[in-house]
């Protein structure tokens, strides 16, 4: 037995012996792997892996079955051919905190199509990504390794108002951003507008005898946005619906919820809608001010900035309450509006030439991890912090 792997050549024979031949093998097997500094970047040994077979699967159940028997020599890499394994790893009272939906059918319109999304974490080490909702994470709930080519992602359609101290902690653990903000490395805006024409016909001008609804099921904001509809209604009336109204949606009635039909019976009583956020955050524009578009009931907004709604939304489609000097003047404009059809009515214009609809950022994220890059590690704590993207009301408001 001769080993030449490192050391003078006689001391190598020596230590080679057939004797201690078991020791050799194991300093040769150690010798091939190394670890990186950062903690959160370690890798998994080298056991052996299992592939996924060339054919589609659809769900976790037949995804385990066609698991082929031959192990792989090396981690998956971001060139293989196959199926990408997108791993859901945050669950909230036992459920997956993501509404995209198990296995390949969330992809089937997208234009890359070779992801699969998964709950169960017995497949980490086969995921090619792994996905954090940021909200409902826990720090003592984290994989303890990762493959140096698995990119973990950060998840989060709240604003950095509503989680900040966990994800401090958190730099450089994440390589990829998925977040309604418009610098997120997978953009996930809650909604979307493009060429086209709005389905759906108008509500009569003539039965909208309300001025403004608001549904709301958070009472105390970070934007204050309660006490800015306290100073609106001593000038207008505002329908308050949810939980902290004294209304409900007939929709709500039978004890199910559905958010398309209530803006809907919304609009065909009241000519605007308040789509106040909880948080004053750059591009943070949730589905109210979507819902309210599609319906056909003027959004009057507050949240981010009026530039972020017009970077967004269709041309001359909402009111921004910045845009006024104070509420009054605001409620002012509001009054005007009902008393002149034409010029309310200019308001859905835009329906001829657009349209509003959700944006396929799953589509995005699974062409995204499909791609060969470098991966990179992401220092949260300012990609995502208030500092970066928030405002405080007294700052935006006026009276």
């Known amino acids: 037995m001769r080993c030449t792997f490192g050391g003078s050549r006689k001391s190598m024979e020596k230590l080679c012996s057939n004797k201690k031949l078991i020791f050799c093998t194991i300093a040769l097997f150690l010798t091939t792997y190394t670890f990186v500094g950062n903690p959160w970047?370690?890798?998994?040994?080298?056991?052996?892996?299992?592939?996924?077979?060339?054919?589609?699967?659809?769900?976790?159940?037949?995804?385990?079955?066609?698991?082929?028997?031959?192990?792989?020599?090396?981690?998956i890499s971001s060139n293989h051919t196959g199926v990408n394994i997108l791993l859901y790893w945050t669950h909230y009272q036992d459920r997956p905190v993501f509404y995209n939906g198990l296995g390949q059918k969330p992809f089937s319109g997208c234009p890359v199509k070779n992801c699969l999304t998964t709950a169960n974490r017995s497949l980490l080490r086969q995921a090619r990504a792994v996905l954090f909702n940021?909200?409902?994470?826990?720090?003592?709930?984290?994989?303890?390794?990762?493959?140096?080519?698995?990119?973990?992602v950060f998840y989060m359609m709240e604003s950095p108002m509503r989680k900040v101290n966990l994800l401090n902690s958190l730099d450089y653990f994440f390589n990829i951003t998925m977040t309604y903000h418009r610098h997120a490395d997978v953009f996930s805006p809650y909604g979307t507008t493009v060429a086209g024409k709005q389905t759906g016909e108008l509500p009569e001008f003539s039965k909208r005898?309300?001025?403004?609804?608001?549904?709301?099921?958070?009472?105390?904001?970070?934007?204050?946005?309660?006490?800015?509809?306290?100073?609106?209604?001593?000038?207008?009336?505002?329908?308050?619906?949810?939980?902290?109204?004294?209304?409900?949606?007939?929709?709500?009635?039978?004890?199910?919820?559905?958010?398309?039909?209530?803006?809907?019976?919304?609009?065909?009583?009241?000519?605007?809608?308040?789509?106040?956020?909880?948080?004053?955050?750059?591009?943070?524009?949730?589905e109210k001010f979507w819902h309210a578009l599609r319906a056909g009931i003027v959004p009057v907004v507050r949240g981010a900035s009026p530039e972020s709604y017009r970077r967004v939304a269709p041309p001359n489609s909402f009111i921004h309450v910045q845009d006024f000097a104070s509420v009054q003047l605001l409620a002012t404009y509001l009054t005007s509006l009902m008393e002149n059809r034409t010029a309310y009515e200019s308001y859905f214009a835009w329906r001829n030439s657009y349209r509003v609809g959700w944006y396929p950022a799953f589509c995005h994220l699974c062409a995204y991890v499909s791609r060969k890059q470098p991966t990179k590690s992401v220092k949260i704590s300012e990609v995502w912090g208030i500092d970066r993207s928030c405002v405080r009301p007294d700052v935006t408001d006026k009276e």
């Open 134 to 152: 940021g909200f409902y994470m826990n720090a003592t709930d984290l994989p303890e390794h990762r493959r140096q080519d698995q990119q973990f």
């Open 41 to 75: 970047k370690q890798v998994f040994s080298h056991e052996p892996l299992f592939a996924l077979g060339t054919r589609l699967v659809r769900n976790d159940t037949e995804m385990e079955t066609s698991m082929v028997s031959h192990p792989l020599r090396k981690p």
């Open 209 to 286: 005898v309300r001025a403004a609804a608001w549904v709301v099921s958070h009472c105390s904001t970070h934007s204050k946005r309660e006490e800015y509809v306290q100073k609106l209604a001593r000038h207008l009336v505002v329908d308050i619906y949810g939980r902290c109204g004294t209304l409900k949606c007939p929709s709500d009635q039978g004890g199910g919820r559905n958010a398309e039909a209530c803006y809907r019976t919304l609009a065909a009583s009241h000519f605007f809608y308040l789509s106040f956020e909880n948080s004053l955050c750059e591009d943070y524009i949730t």
